[in-house]
């Protein structure tokens, strides 16, 4: 049953006081996304953010000039509101971890080769074992029960897929598509995330960071730069050049007097092996 527009004006108003309680506001694109993949989104989110369908003029006004300005050019026809406490990157990665299998259609591009293994099915003998030989699937009976004889790749990556072939993956169980959602755009306290900053690995990003860090420190070594990371590094550097100058000037230092010192014994201790005189 269709709004009042005093109902509207109340939604949009709840909606507004929502938005403003949370840290995070996201765009999910649900153009294609089956009610039931929205479903397991949904619980998945709970309790600590919530999924808003509603109409997209809805969301619009609730979302404000401000607001819509940064998420307007991400909306599609159908678009969900994302709301949480939670950091972009944390909220992207839960919705994107919500996946579902779907079954093939004819003439739908294969996302990579399909393949049928060798081995018994569940299927039950009778007319399906004529539509797996139709779609150039090799299958006996054994016991009562329906074999695939052989390894096959029934259809190639990026290749169509015929209507006998979508019929047998269907008749096998066979889900060779995987639907994702994800979130297009997300708007956290002044910065605004695309989905290519979203989509960032969490590993990846550690590496790059370890990486980099890396670099940084050998190049502030070699320019001679101090920090906080290396300073331990110089003080060493210089210790080791102070001690090395006070050796070859035998500076009347207390710390060299002493390595002088025990140079001297050592060597002693060597001439006295040489020429077998006790020291």
């Not at 909606?15 to 996304?33: H, N, R």
Request: net charge positive; hydrophobic share 45%.
């Amino acid at each position: 049953m269709p709004m009042l527009k005093s109902q509207k004006v109340e939604y949009v108003k709840k909606l507004q006081k929502e938005i403003a309680s949370y840290k995070t506001a996201a765009v999910m694109p649900i153009d294609g996304v089956p009610d039931r993949l929205l479903q397991k989104v949904r619980n998945g989110l709970r309790p600590d953010a919530q999924l808003i369908i509603a109409r997209k003029t809805l969301l619009s006004r609730a979302l404000g000039k401000e607001k819509l300005a940064q998420f307007e050019k991400s909306m599609g026809k159908n678009f969900a509101l994302v709301l949480s406490n939670k950091e972009p990157f944390e909220l992207y990665k839960k919705i994107n971890s919500s996946r579902l299998r779907l079954g093939a259609k004819p003439n739908q591009v294969a996302p990579d080769d399909i393949t049928i293994e060798p081995g018994e099915t569940s299927v039950a003998p009778g007319q399906t074992v004529t539509e797996l030989k139709s779609a150039g699937i090799d299958v006996k009976i054994e016991k009562g029960k329906v074999v695939i004889s052989k390894k096959k790749v029934l259809v190639e990556r990026g290749k169509k897929i015929s209507g006998a072939v979508a019929n047998a993956l269907k008749i096998l169980d066979i889900k060779p598509f995987e639907i994702s959602p994800k979130l297009d755009i997300a708007l956290s306290g002044s910065l605004v995330y695309n989905s290519q900053a979203l989509a960032i690995d969490e590993e990846f990003a550690r590496g790059e960071l370890v990486k980099n860090f890396s670099e940084a420190y050998a190049l502030s070594l070699e320019a001679g730069i101090v920090t906080t990371y290396n300073a331990n590094v110089f003080i060493l550097r210089a210790y080791r050049g102070a001690i090395a100058v006070g050796l070859e000037s035998k500076a009347p230092e207390e710390e060299i007097v002493k390595m002088l010192a025990a140079q001297a014994a050592a060597q002693a201790g060597e001439l006295a092996k040489k020429t077998g005189v006790n020291a």
